[in-house]
């Protein structure tokens, strides 16, 4: 019979044995995940197979961009994929945009790819409102080119609506999101944003600009107006009536976005010395539209100067809301201004 101090060392031999042998798969284990993992990021360019374009949506979150990118049959490793973002702590700054992944990629490059922002092409939000010049700076800021050539080109073009050639691109430069490819020439891109504008503008606009006795470039130097002046698309109809009414009657428009057209910084306050400034832009100097719009109006205003509100409306005033106080007199606008600007 073997003595109890024996059977203790058989089984402490046995228990090193166990650990030993644990130890051991657990090497290989985490060996042949690291070999797995390596192969998948670095190693295996299976995919893509041939080169493919992708739009990554702006907003969108890292699981949603792995979604698309298998979907679009990119990644060959998508959990590989997500745990070299998330080791390297960039999950969050995948960039959205337009990319062009050529044939046989590995996930490092893919990943790399989308957190620098190598794209074809980017994202470009152009509010309603901007004026060309805001416009050109915009294109510039997402890296599409010279501010200065965007400038030459939106004020030396010029297109035709309805018979009638434009003073430049002011107010035809639409505002929208845009997908803008990295390598279009500024022309290209106007011709984006014009192309754009041609689709909003109301499909009977030869007709309501005959009925309304005007030119399309003129309604839509009114909808720029109304565009600057508004800020609720339902007054925006009563604001291009009031602009309709005070033409009809040769009253100046006396409006103060107008002359700040002309002005290389914004005026909070438009002061008496700025009202005496010898513009064509000066709505208070000078009777009729200004020579150009003042800006690109939005789908709201384009709708509002093309289809004015009937009113026997002469006046508004902002009533610091949002919102404007109208009137058909002057002492009813005078009483107006008397509430409202205190």
């Known amino acids: ?3 109890p101090q024996r059977s203790v060392a058989r089984a402490g031999r046995a228990l090193v044995g166990a650990a030993i042998a644990i130890i051991v798969g657990a090497g290989v284990i985490v060996g042949a995940a690291s070999l797995w993992f390596r192969n998948a990021v670095y190693i295996d360019r299976s995919l893509p197979a041939h080169q493919i374009d992708v739009v990554i949506p702006s907003g969108s979150s890292f699981g949603q961009v792995v979604d698309v990118l298998n979907r679009e049959g990119i990644l060959a490793h998508p959990i590989a ?4 973002a998330r080791l390297r702590h960039v999950d969050a700054e995948v960039k959205a945009g337009a990319y062009r992944f050529p044939a046989h990629q590995s996930s490092d490059e ?3 790819r989308l957190v620098r922002g190598q794209e074809f092409a980017v994202w470009v939000t152009i509010p309603e409102g901007y004026t060309a010049d805001e416009i050109a700076s915009a294109l ?3 890296g599409l080119g010279s501010a200065g050539d965007y400038r030459r080109v939106f004020f030396h073009r010029s297109i035709v609506l309805g018979g009638v050639r434009t003073v430049n691109l002011e107010g035809y430069l639409f505002p929208s999101t845009y997908l803008v490819p ?3 020439t500024p022309d290209a891109v106007a011709d984006i944003f014009i192309d754009q504008f041609r689709k909003e503008l109301p499909p009977d606009a030869v007709a309501r600009a005959k009925q309304l006795h005007r030119t399309i470039p003129e309604l839509v130097t009114i909808a720029s107006l109304v565009e600057r002046e508004g800020k609720a698309d339902d007054e925006r109809p009563l604001i291009a009536s009031v602009i309709d009414n005070r033409l ?4 100046p428009l006396e409006i103060d976005a107008s002359i700040e057209y002309t002005f290389p910084e914004h005026h909070e306050v438009i002061t008496k010395r700025d009202l005496e400034i010898d513009s064509p832009y000066n709505t208070y100097l000078h009777t009729g539209l200004p020579p150009t ?6 789908k709201p205003s ?10 026997g409306y002469l006046y508004y005033v902002a009533r610091g809301d949002g919102r404007h106080a109208f009137a058909k007199t002057l002492d009813e606008h005078n009483a107006n201004v008397a509430r409202y600007l205190k």
């Open 293 to 298: 719009p003042i800006a690109n109006p939005g």
């Open 110 to 112: 893919i990943l790399g």
């Open 302 to 311: 384009l709708d509002a100067a093309f289809r004015p509100a009937t009113s």
């Open 182 to 184: 990295t390598d279009l």
């Open 248 to 251: 009809r009657l040769g009253m």
């Open 140 to 142: 510039a800021a997402r």
């Open 81 to 84: 994929f997500r745990l070299l």
């Open 1 to 3: 019979m073997a003595s």
